[in-house]
């Protein structure tokens, strides 16, 4: 059985960094054509695609975001890790980790945590 | 990057009719890398269709993806009352990239 669960802090403040944690099972981050995305949702917005890292270490970052993001992986763990640096209120938003393979989309996503930015 | 125009913003319409949901690419979709999610309140999106049409395990054939290129369509041939829902389309091929959604609501 598939699973992703994201944990972390659920409030910063402005200027801090943010790290979110994916810890995945059911399957290896090692396997062939596996990977892992981030992706995003302020309240009663739309989903927004932050970045994706493959098991080859192969890693894609939002245009947008790329100066603000780092993402990794420590398979041994069974996790990946995201940053964004630099936190502001307009990124408070529901955070989901999600499973992708190699030229598919996401098939499996976790719950979700919601992030909030706020002196 | 890719930008995705879905339209229209929210489409009204009643159980049992046709919905007809479009996704529009700023540039050609690779490999027709695109998909259609469905998301309800408080819920994660739930995968309907990747490859623009082919639709994954477990859904209603009541939905199909169709087009190429640069246009994209989602259908629902006869809406059930689960179907009400916001619908998300992503490209895959380049990032990952959505739309801005599509609100189907009952009329």
């Known amino acids: 059985q598939v699973t992703l669960k994201e944990s972390g802090p659920v409030l910063v403040k402005p200027t801090e960094t943010l790290t979110l944690t994916c810890t995945v099972s059911?399957?290896?981050?090692?396997?062939?054509?596996?990977?892992v995305s981030w992706i995003r949702q302020p309240p009663g917005k739309a989903l927004e695609w932050l970045a994706h890292i493959f098991s080859n270490d192969e890693k894609s970052y939002s245009t947008s975001l790329k100066s603000r993001l780092t993402i990794s992986k420590d398979t041994s763990k069974s996790q990946v890790v995201l940053t964004m640096t630099n936190m502001d209120p307009v990124d408070t938003a529901t955070y989901y980790c999600a499973r992708i393979l190699k030229t598919r989309p996401v098939d499996y996503w976790g719950q979700g945590t919601l992030v909030t930015v706020s002196s | 990057e890719i930008v995705l125009t879905q339209s229209p913003g929210t489409l009204s319409l009643s159980p049992g009719e046709r919905a007809t949901l479009s996704c529009r690419a700023s540039q050609s979709v690779s490999s027709s890398y695109l998909a259609w999610y469905q998301q309800k309140p408080g819920q994660a999106p739930r995968l309907l269709i990747y490859g623009a049409s082919s639709r994954a395990t477990g859904i209603p054939d009541r939905f199909s993806g169709s087009g190429s290129g640069t246009d994209f369509t989602l259908t629902i041939s006869r809406l059930e009352p689960e179907d009400f829902a916001v619908y998300y389309c992503q490209q895959y091929g380049s990032w990952g990239t959505f739309g801005q959604g599509t609100k189907v609501e009952i009329k």
């Open positions: 059911g399957f290896s981050l090692s396997n062939a054509r596996m990977g």
